[in-house]
């Protein structure tokens, strides 16, 4: 963990080092919404001074990350508005429809992942210019955007979904060896950072609770950790393990997945209906006692997850975790050198009678057995949870977990690969495939890319690199 302190002090601004950098420049009829965010995207519908319907300008300082999956469109962009007081920088997401009406029409108003845009744009409107509002009743920015502007211009194809920093050209003219010390300082640093924040929960929840609310937002995935993380806290691993068969009953209960008697079930699912009654019985008992702990719908993201991801199963594991808590304890105090290796088999060998062949609590019974937690999912809890703790207690541990192999990855992996190798698959590619380099991806990129609203002009990491302290020693 020798590296943590360098990359440290790369966060450290030097005396005399200025904050300005060269801006960067942007690569210069019906169509479909994935066109248009083509277009937009490109930079083809300029990016300098549009005008909102209110008659204010507006200037995108930075076209974000295009968001492939649920929510707004761009993520992580900035918007200015000159007219203003102080001319704001508002970082934020990008909205594109193309009517108006379509915020609402799609339900966007009231849809709490939408409360964070700073910009809707649109290319029509009905008879009446209706206004755009988020759920917590604040008036987002519109504007109109004009299709006469893509006359005779072809959508462009095979955009990555972020554009390169001007770090990746710094990064380029260093050696292989250079680029693993950077990103090995990153991801030690991280770890520390990781351990701190496990040290006060730990200390205001105490020890094994705060292993169990780790592990369960580990199994919530990017898009349900918050609500995992609730239950775990409503429903603590002392209660659900005194609990016994009805733990299960609760959890899905304080999930929301069992608010009515009547639920609609494959008619060949026998087992299933079977499985439900149950537990909503021992759930009805309870009931009135935990009402209003009980999660609301729209705190789960159901839709876009994989079957064998639905919150519903991770629920069943985080049941056997308890179960098999003592195994857990033993795992993190005496993994040794097979550590990883030891926490992977205990992980992917949970069963569950029902989930070993169920996607959801109404489908249809699966013919092939499915795991609860998966090779992928392991590996997460490896590097989020596991390995942070035994390296804290145990530094040796550090070796192994620089040889564990990365996961699935994710969009923000590759956003920040994108940021700080550009285009070129190769120039990322040997990066993305350990844990420790792709944990270290992520801390330059929250670090830096994150806390930049100039898209790169004043962001002070190019510089930085050039002042590493590469050399061991």
């Known amino acids: 963990m020798e590296l943590a302190h360098r990359y440290a002090a790369l966060l450290t601004v030097p005396d005399g080092m200025l904050r300005e950098a060269p801006a960067e420049e942007f690569s210069s009829v019906q169509k479909s919404e994935l066109e248009l965010q083509a277009h937009w995207f490109a930079g083809d519908f300029g990016s300098s001074f549009l005008t909102a319907t209110t008659g204010e300008r507006v200037e995108v300082v930075q076209f974000g990350v295009w968001n492939h999956d649920a929510g707004p469109d761009f993520t992580e962009a900035a918007v200015r508005f000159p007219d203003r007081p102080d001319a704001p920088v508002l970082r934020g997401s990008i909205e594109l429809d193309t009517r108006a009406e379509d915020w609402e029409r ?17 290319l029509q409107h009905g008879p009446r210019q209706p206004f755009t509002r988020t759920s917590q009743h604040r008036q987002v920015a519109q504007v109109h955007l004009d299709l006469r502007q893509l006359e005779h211009r072809v ?118 209906r079977a499985y439900l009654r149950e537990r909503w019985e021992f759930w009805w008992r309870r009931r009135s006692a935990m009402e209003r702990l009980v999660l609301p719908t729209k705190a789960w993201k159901l839709s876009g997850l994989r079957p064998v991801n639905h919150p519903q199963r991770r629920l069943a594991a985080l049941v056997q975790l308890a179960a098999r808590w003592p195994e857990v304890q033993a795992l993190i105090d ?117 806390e930049d609203d100039s898209d790169c002009a004043r962001c002070t990491f190019p510089e930085r690199v050039c002042r590493f302290a590469f050399v061991r020693g």
């Open 155 to 272: 959508a462009p194809v095979d955009l990555p979904s972020a554009r390169p920093g001007r770090c990746s050209g710094p990064l380029r003219e260093r050696s292989a060896e250079e680029v693993r010390t950077l990103l090995t300082a990153a991801a030690q640093y991280r770890l520390q950072l990781k351990n701190r924040r496990w040290q006060r929960l730990a200390a205001v929840r105490g020890y094994d609770q705060a292993l169990f609310q780790s592990l369960a937002v580990t199994l919530g995935y990017k898009e349900n950790k918050l609500p995992f993380a609730l239950l775990a806290q409503r429903l603590p691993l002392k209660t659900l393990r005194a609990e016994g068969d009805g733990g299960m009953a609760l959890l899905l209960g304080l999930a929301g997945f069992l608010q009515t008697p009547e639920f609609s079930v494959d008619q060949d699912g026998r087992e299933a």
């Open 334 to 450: 005496g993994g040794g050198n097979d550590l990883a290796k030891q926490v992977t088999k205990f992980l992917t060998g949970l069963r569950d009678p029902f989930w070993d062949h169920h996607y959801t609590l109404t489908s249809a019974r699966s013919a092939r057995p499915l795991a609860l937690v998966g090779a992928a999912r392991a590996s997460e809890m490896l590097a989020n949870v596991f390995f942070p703790l035994a390296i804290a207690a145990h530094p040796v541990h550090w070796d192994a977990y620089a040889k564990l192999p990365a996961g699935t990855g994710s969009r923000r992996v590759a956003t920040a690969a994108t940021r700080l190798f550009g285009h070129d698959p190769a120039g990322a590619e040997p990066w993305l495939k350990t844990a420790a380099h792709q944990q270290g991806l992520l801390q330059i990129y929250e670090d830096f890319c994150l």
């Open 106 to 122: 799609h339900g966007h108003g009231g849809n709490a992942a939408f409360d964070d845009v700073v910009l809707h744009l649109y």
